[in-house]
């Protein structure tokens, strides 16, 4: 049960997009179509973002998206806003009845 | 209010033991799947065990297999983790989430509560 794989940071200025991946293996991300996002601000509990690769719950921007290729997931934040600063992580099923997260990436607006 | 809510947190000896519990609320309790998960402090997510609706079927962590045992009790809309034999690299913010998604499950957490914070140490 390894973590899946994220860039420690990111960043881009307001308005523009900035992509994160999430690589795993054909154990996890690479066999199941469960892969999530969660946003994390300072101090706050996780927000899911992105369910089922490119699912967005009720209430997320459609600024959010999401997408898989083979064994690496990816999100992507469109028209970046301030608001998205924050710590981003990816998990994903992994057979076994577990789930394994990413370390987690940091996104700033510069 | 839809609202999940973590208590059992406290500071304890290595080897010692502790349960976790988490109260949900405002959603059909046993309509869902649960989970744990913790963060070690500054660092990331690690997911610790996840229960099935009905409590038939579970999944833990390789680094609390055998040592942790998740359970609920859905006339109590009540979720616990017992942990034993505690460890060190066990200190974090432990969070109960539910899952997003009826019966099954899709395994993503649409739902957190705030965490309690279990800390081990001598």
């Known amino acids: 049960q390894s973590a899946l794989t994220q860039p420690p940071s990111a960043s881009g200025s307001p308005g523009q997009s900035v992509t994160i991946s999430c690589t795993g293996t054909?154990?996890?991300?690479?066999?199941?179509?469960?892969v999530s996002w969660y946003q994390q601000h300072a101090g706050k509990s996780p927000k899911l973002m992105i369910f089922e690769v490119n699912e967005r719950p009720s209430g997320v921007p459609d600024r959010f998206s999401g997408s898989k290729s083979g064994n690496t997931a990816s999100l992507t934040v469109s028209g970046l806003q301030v608001e998205d600063e924050a710590d981003y992580y990816c998990s994903s099923l992994a057979g076994g009845h577990t789930v394994i997260f990413g370390g987690g990436t940091k996104v700033t607006v510069l | 209010e839809v609202l999940l809510v973590e208590s059992g947190g406290d500071l304890v000896q290595p080897g010692r033991s502790l349960k976790l519990s988490c109260v949900g609320s405002g959603f059909t309790f046993d309509d869902f799947a649960l989970y744990w998960v913790r963060q070690l402090p500054g660092k990331g997510l690690e997911w610790v065990s996840g229960?099935?609706?009905?409590?038939?079927?579970?999944g833990y962590a390789d680094s609390v297999k055998g040592r942790f045992f998740v359970s609920r009790d859905n006339a109590k809309n009540s979720l616990y983790l017992q942990m034993s034999s505690l460890r060190l690299e066990d200190t974090a913010l432990y969070y109960c989430?539910?899952?997003?998604?009826?019966?099954?499950?899709?395994?993503?957490?649409?739902?957190w509560g705030q965490g309690t914070m279990v800390t081990v140490s001598s």
């Open positions: 229960i099935s609706w009905n409590g038939d079927v579970t």
């Open positions: 989430a539910k899952d997003s998604s009826y019966g099954v499950g899709n395994e993503a957490f649409d739902l």
């Open positions: 054909s154990s996890d991300i690479g066999r199941y179509n469960y």
